[in-house]
């Protein structure tokens, strides 16, 4: 059972979005940068475009506190690792430390190597996650996300499950949705958070 | 704010009324977002010299201009730069760089500075989106006051990184009355001399600006601090930052700092410049986003160290240099890429180390700079092991490494010999791909399939050299692919010209690949070229081209017809085919590469991101009829798997463009009205599955 993670108020929270090119990791960072900066927190987000779009793993930093210099987060470093794909889930775990949490998306993309049959997809890659942290989080965060209203809500459901380990209450949460999400999928959105965070007290 | 947005920002409250561009990661999103405000006309230009000629032009009329590429823009930009620095400005004229260590979406990692010591102009490096904001504004006011285009320099992580920034209103900047003045801006030789002369006094000048700028300062970070400490009221520009925090802050403008009685603390004995005494903490300079590395190491490893800051990276402040360099044991500078700061330390008489300790490739981190820092790592004989250099994509060493993008035209298998723990180096990378749907898979598809040799060039279809298309020979730099292909007909002979083609997008071709074409037709080439029209420019993220019909801001204008163009070129065989219709695409590049002229084929399909996408019927492999030929495969689309020997169509994935429908002889792909049956995908492991 992962415990609150209670932080110094000086020490940045680092946490690492990790995912595959398309799936809404962007927003999910800014998301987050919106709820600390509201909180008066230094907030640095480093977002990865180009090439990385096209269905390449891809990983956002969000790193806040009293004071954030570098915007990037090195292996070790990361508070908790919110990952929208299973198999880049396991990718960056070296990135996570000691006694971070996990929160995992349990669907599965394959990359092109598997596609192909150069490669196979891993088995057990949530085992995985779990033997590194404890309570790490992995739920089908796509079906959750349908469920609720809208398929790419996956992100929302995500920050619900995460919500519980930084230092933002529901309310502020909220706020940060209906100030960064797109109106048209407000609803579905506030929905697919809910569902998250209600999981991540269960 | 992002690093390019704020810049943009900082064009807009600078009241800059002209800026132009050609798109390039990372700099894309700084014309973008100026093209919001609808005070500043904004313009994709063809290429990047085209840019900076036009904000040039409205330099000289009198208004504030800017201009933003990516760093092998520059090189394209670099002939107006250079005489632009003979001829000054009448309003503020800046060009925004940004350089890519680590080569996240570029073909070299070239270091800009050294265009501003070569072109003599100075350059500015901020290492945040504050300083994006504040630093663009100064450098009007250096490009104005020193008569000369300053460079702004950015790096990935400043130009995509958010942080926080506060604005101000736009101060209006009025036309400057425009008055002809042929000895400054006629740069024929008798001219030219005359300004060159004045270039080098400006040099001088700013040499001295450079000993006194708040843009270089120096602060404290105490020995076992989290923060700085706190001491003097820093007096940089923009010095308050959201979060109270902040004034643990301390950077002191080191030429003011002279003036204060050296009272209070370490910071003051810092400032008194040479006096060789007391050790002196470990000095570091260091600028940009090196300096955040600094910060955040001196930080995490509680070292005290003095940093001297320098956001003027040319000229460099030598007098500043060598007294924040005496009585200290050691002195550091830190950063990324070439030598800069370092090299003109040394020569100044500083004594410093800097690549001793850091590579000269790729990206730093604060972990390197902390290794550095710890005096047990002094010696470190293999500094390039510290650097994040040798984890493209950002990925951990440990890693399978991503295959590098192929638009850097070097998809080396890499990384395996690195040692990598059990568990993760199974893992299957996920290197980038063509979208479904993309009309450039079939082209390579049919290429590959005709064993043809391939010049390849910039754009999402470079990604065409990865397998299982693999179906590239080379990529240089934009518009490359005809003059290369043209080069290997006259150097090995028109049969094998017969088995060459080059490729290039339509964004590519109007950038730079013009020229190359009339040269094969001007020389009597053979060469074949294929222009891949997707109407847009598609890998920075979907820009306007000259070749769309639209302009930056959507608005409806003129269109250049390709077809026409080649004809005037006088390239007599031009086709235009779709390149889904693959046995028409097959039969023109067969018989195209057989004629020994010069040939164009433009295969025109638009990419199937645009909002103007149709997709057709929804299909699905149909297990019965599948004989597992795994031609479907050949296409390389991420919708189509091999699950242990059964071909899956990923619904969630597919764009239902239909060219798999084509690829089956067995009549497999079926179209199916409900396409979810198909889809086995996300709905695997776990669950619902915390305990």
Redesign the interface.
């Given at each position: 059972?992962p415990a609150t993670a209670a932080m110094p108020a000086?020490?940045a929270i680092s946490i690492l979005i990790v995912g595959?090119?398309g799936q809404g990791t962007l927003l999910a960072s800014?998301l987050i940068?919106r709820a600390a900066?509201e909180r008066?927190?230094?907030?640095?987000?480093?977002?990865?475009?180009?090439?990385?779009?096209?269905?390449?793993?891809v990983?956002t930093y969000v790193k806040y506190g009293?004071?954030?210099?570098?915007?990037?987060i090195?292996?070790g470093e990361a508070d908790i690792l919110i990952a929208f794909e299973?198999?880049?889930a396991?990718?960056?775990?070296?990135?996570l430390r000691p006694g971070g949490q996990i929160v995992a998306n349990?669907?599965?993309?394959?990359?092109?190597?598997?596609?192909?049959?150069?490669?196979?997809?891993?088995d057990g890659?949530?085992e995985?996650l779990r033997e590194k942290c404890e309570?790490?989080?992995?739920?089908?965060a796509?079906?959750i996300a349908t469920e609720c209203g809208n398929?790419r809500s996956v992100n929302m459901v995500l920050l619900g499950l995460a919500a519980r380990f930084t230092a933002f209450g529901e309310d502020e949460w909220m706020g940060a949705i209906r100030a960064v999400a797109p109106p048209k999928a407000l609803e579905a959105n506030i929905r697919a958070f809910g569902r998250g965070y209600a999981?991540s007290m269960? | 704010m992002l690093g390019n947005e704020a810049v943009a920002r900082a064009a807009y409250e600078a009241g800059v009324t002209v800026a132009t561009a050609y798109p390039g990661t990372p700099s894309t999103e700084i014309t973008e977002c100026a093209a919001k405000y609808g005070e500043i006309y904004c313009e994709w230009a063809p290429n990047e010299k085209v840019a900076l000629e036009v904000a040039i032009g409205a330099s000289i009329a009198g208004a504030r201009a800017m201009c933003a590429m990516k760093h092998v823009g520059l090189n394209v930009a670099a002939d107006p730069l250079f005489t632009a620095s003979y001829t000054g400005v009448c309003a503020g004229l800046v060009v925004v760089v940004a350089d890519d260590p680590g080569q996240h979406s570029s073909q070299n990692e070239q270091d800009s500075r050294y265009y501003g010591l070569s072109a003599k102009v100075p350059v500015l490096e901020p290492s945040d989106s504050r300083e994006c904001l504040g630093f663009v504004k100064s450098a009007f006011e250096i490009s104005e006051a020193y008569d000369t285009p300053v460079i702004v320099r950015l790096t990935t992580r400043v130009a995509h990184s958010r942080s926080l920034v506060e604005v101000s209103d736009r101060r209006p900047f009025p036309l400057k009355p425009y008055a002809k003045n042929m000895a400054k801006y006629v740069m024929m030789p008798a001219m030219a001399k005359r300004r060159h002369i004045e270039v080098e006094k400006r040099m001088r000048r700013l040499e001295a600006y450079a000993e006194t700028t708040e843009l270089n300062s120096v602060e404290s970070r105490a020995a076992g601090s989290q923060t700085g400490e706190s001491c003097v009221a820093g007096s940089c520009a923009a010095e308050s930052r959201a979060g109270e925090s902040r004034a643990a802050e301390n950077r002191v403008a080191g030429s003011r700092a002279e003036e204060r009685p050296a009272a209070e603390n370490q910071t003051g004995e810092s400032q008194a410049g040479g006096s060789v005494g007391a050790a002196r903490p470990i000095g570091v300079i260091t600028s940009g986003m090196s300096w955040q590395y600094v910060r955040e190491a001196a930080a995490s490893s509680g070292i005290g160290v003095e940093i001297l800051k320098l956001g003027l990276v040319h000229p460099l402040p030598a007098e500043k240099i060598r007294s924040f360099a005496a009585g200290r044991e050691r002195v550091l500078v830190v950063e990324e890429l070439a030598p800069f700061i370092e090299d003109f330390a040394k020569k100044s008489g500083a004594q410093a180390v800097g690549k001793e300790l850091f590579p000269a490739v790729g990206e730093l981190s604060a972990r390197a700079v902390a290794e550095a820092l710890a005096p047990a790592k002094r010696a470190s004989p293999q500094p390039a092991q510290s650097g994040r250099s040798q984890s493209p994509n950002g990925q951990d060493a440990q890693l399978p490494a991503e295959p590098q993008p192929a638009q850097s035209g070097r998809a080396e298998p890499q990384a395996a010999e690195r040692p990598q723990p059990l568990e993760q180096a199974a893992l299957p990378s996920r290197p980038p791909v063509l979208c479904p749907g993309c009309p450039h898979r079939s082209v390579f598809y049919v290429l590959r399939k005709l064993k043809l040799n391939v010049c390849g060039d910039i754009g999402c279809y470079t990604l065409g050299a990865m397998p299982p298309l693999d179906a590239m020979d080379t990529c240089i730099c934009m518009g490359a692919s005809i003059g290369v292909a043209h080069g290997m007909d006259k150097a090995r002979g028109p049969e094998f010209a017969g088995r060459t083609v080059a490729v290039i997008g339509d964004s590519t071709f109007l950038h730079s690949g013009v020229t190359g074409l009339m040269d094969v037709v001007y020389n009597k080439g053979n060469s074949t070229v294929l222009i891949l029209d997707n109407s847009i420019t598609g890998m920075t993220g979907h820009q306007q081209n000259p070749g769309t019909g639209y302009t930056i801001r959507s608005e409806e204008t003129s269109r250049v017809d390709l077809e026409k163009l080649c004809e005037a070129l006088g390239v007599r065989r031009i086709r235009t085919v779709d390149p889904f219709d693959v046995k028409g695409l097959e039969a023109a590049v067969r018989a195209e590469t057989a004629q020994a002229e010069p040939s164009v084929i433009i295969a025109r399909r638009p990419c199937a991101l645009l909002k103007t996408y149709r997709p057709q019927e929804a299909v699905f492999i149909d297990a019965g009829k599948c004989a597992r030929c795994k031609r479907c495969m050949a296409i390389s689309c991420a919708a189509i798997s091999d699950r242990d020997g059964r071909m899956e169509i990923n619904a969630a994935l597919c764009a239902r463009c239909g060219l798999c429908l084509k690829m089956c002889a067995f009549g497999a792909i079926r179209p199916c009205a409900e396409a979810a049956g198909a889809d086995a995908e996300g709905k695997s492991e776990g669950g619902r599955s915390r305990e």
């Amino acid at each position: 059972m992962p415990a609150t993670a209670a932080m110094p108020a000086a020490a940045a929270i680092s946490i690492l979005i990790v995912g595959v090119g398309g799936q809404g990791t962007l927003l999910a960072s800014r998301l987050i940068g919106r709820a600390a900066t509201e909180r008066g927190f230094d907030v640095k987000v480093s977002e990865v475009h180009g090439m990385s779009q096209r269905g390449g793993s891809v990983v956002t930093y969000v790193k806040y506190g009293g004071e954030v210099s570098s915007p990037l987060i090195e292996p070790g470093e990361a508070d908790i690792l919110i990952a929208f794909e299973l198999l880049e889930a396991a990718r960056w775990i070296p990135y996570l430390r000691p006694g971070g949490q996990i929160v995992a998306n349990s669907q599965k993309i394959d990359p092109m190597p598997v596609i192909t049959g150069a490669a196979r997809y891993p088995d057990g890659l949530a085992e995985v996650l779990r033997e590194k942290c404890e309570g790490a989080l992995v739920v089908d965060a796509l079906t959750i996300a349908t469920e609720c209203g809208n398929a790419r809500s996956v992100n929302m459901v995500l920050l619900g499950l995460a919500a519980r380990f930084t230092a933002f209450g529901e309310d502020e949460w909220m706020g940060a949705i209906r100030a960064v999400a797109p109106p048209k999928a407000l609803e579905a959105n506030i929905r697919a958070f809910g569902r998250g965070y209600a999981l991540s007290m269960a | 704010m992002l690093g390019n947005e704020a810049v943009a920002r900082a064009a807009y409250e600078a009241g800059v009324t002209v800026a132009t561009a050609y798109p390039g990661t990372p700099s894309t999103e700084i014309t973008e977002c100026a093209a919001k405000y609808g005070e500043i006309y904004c313009e994709w230009a063809p290429n990047e010299k085209v840019a900076l000629e036009v904000a040039i032009g409205a330099s000289i009329a009198g208004a504030r201009a800017m201009c933003a590429m990516k760093h092998v823009g520059l090189n394209v930009a670099a002939d107006p730069l250079f005489t632009a620095s003979y001829t000054g400005v009448c309003a503020g004229l800046v060009v925004v760089v940004a350089d890519d260590p680590g080569q996240h979406s570029s073909q070299n990692e070239q270091d800009s500075r050294y265009y501003g010591l070569s072109a003599k102009v100075p350059v500015l490096e901020p290492s945040d989106s504050r300083e994006c904001l504040g630093f663009v504004k100064s450098a009007f006011e250096i490009s104005e006051a020193y008569d000369t285009p300053v460079i702004v320099r950015l790096t990935t992580r400043v130009a995509h990184s958010r942080s926080l920034v506060e604005v101000s209103d736009r101060r209006p900047f009025p036309l400057k009355p425009y008055a002809k003045n042929m000895a400054k801006y006629v740069m024929m030789p008798a001219m030219a001399k005359r300004r060159h002369i004045e270039v080098e006094k400006r040099m001088r000048r700013l040499e001295a600006y450079a000993e006194t700028t708040e843009l270089n300062s120096v602060e404290s970070r105490a020995a076992g601090s989290q923060t700085g400490e706190s001491c003097v009221a820093g007096s940089c520009a923009a010095e308050s930052r959201a979060g109270e925090s902040r004034a643990a802050e301390n950077r002191v403008a080191g030429s003011r700092a002279e003036e204060r009685p050296a009272a209070e603390n370490q910071t003051g004995e810092s400032q008194a410049g040479g006096s060789v005494g007391a050790a002196r903490p470990i000095g570091v300079i260091t600028s940009g986003m090196s300096w955040q590395y600094v910060r955040e190491a001196a930080a995490s490893s509680g070292i005290g160290v003095e940093i001297l800051k320098l956001g003027l990276v040319h000229p460099l402040p030598a007098e500043k240099i060598r007294s924040f360099a005496a009585g200290r044991e050691r002195v550091l500078v830190v950063e990324e890429l070439a030598p800069f700061i370092e090299d003109f330390a040394k020569k100044s008489g500083a004594q410093a180390v800097g690549k001793e300790l850091f590579p000269a490739v790729g990206e730093l981190s604060a972990r390197a700079v902390a290794e550095a820092l710890a005096p047990a790592k002094r010696a470190s004989p293999q500094p390039a092991q510290s650097g994040r250099s040798q984890s493209p994509n950002g990925q951990d060493a440990q890693l399978p490494a991503e295959p590098q993008p192929a638009q850097s035209g070097r998809a080396e298998p890499q990384a395996a010999e690195r040692p990598q723990p059990l568990e993760q180096a199974a893992l299957p990378s996920r290197p980038p791909v063509l979208c479904p749907g993309c009309p450039h898979r079939s082209v390579f598809y049919v290429l590959r399939k005709l064993k043809l040799n391939v010049c390849g060039d910039i754009g999402c279809y470079t990604l065409g050299a990865m397998p299982p298309l693999d179906a590239m020979d080379t990529c240089i730099c934009m518009g490359a692919s005809i003059g290369v292909a043209h080069g290997m007909d006259k150097a090995r002979g028109p049969e094998f010209a017969g088995r060459t083609v080059a490729v290039i997008g339509d964004s590519t071709f109007l950038h730079s690949g013009v020229t190359g074409l009339m040269d094969v037709v001007y020389n009597k080439g053979n060469s074949t070229v294929l222009i891949l029209d997707n109407s847009i420019t598609g890998m920075t993220g979907h820009q306007q081209n000259p070749g769309t019909g639209y302009t930056i801001r959507s608005e409806e204008t003129s269109r250049v017809d390709l077809e026409k163009l080649c004809e005037a070129l006088g390239v007599r065989r031009i086709r235009t085919v779709d390149p889904f219709d693959v046995k028409g695409l097959e039969a023109a590049v067969r018989a195209e590469t057989a004629q020994a002229e010069p040939s164009v084929i433009i295969a025109r399909r638009p990419c199937a991101l645009l909002k103007t996408y149709r997709p057709q019927e929804a299909v699905f492999i149909d297990a019965g009829k599948c004989a597992r030929c795994k031609r479907c495969m050949a296409i390389s689309c991420a919708a189509i798997s091999d699950r242990d020997g059964r071909m899956e169509i990923n619904a969630a994935l597919c764009a239902r463009c239909g060219l798999c429908l084509k690829m089956c002889a067995f009549g497999a792909i079926r179209p199916c009205a409900e396409a979810a049956g198909a889809d086995a995908e996300g709905k695997s492991e776990g669950g619902r599955s915390r305990e």
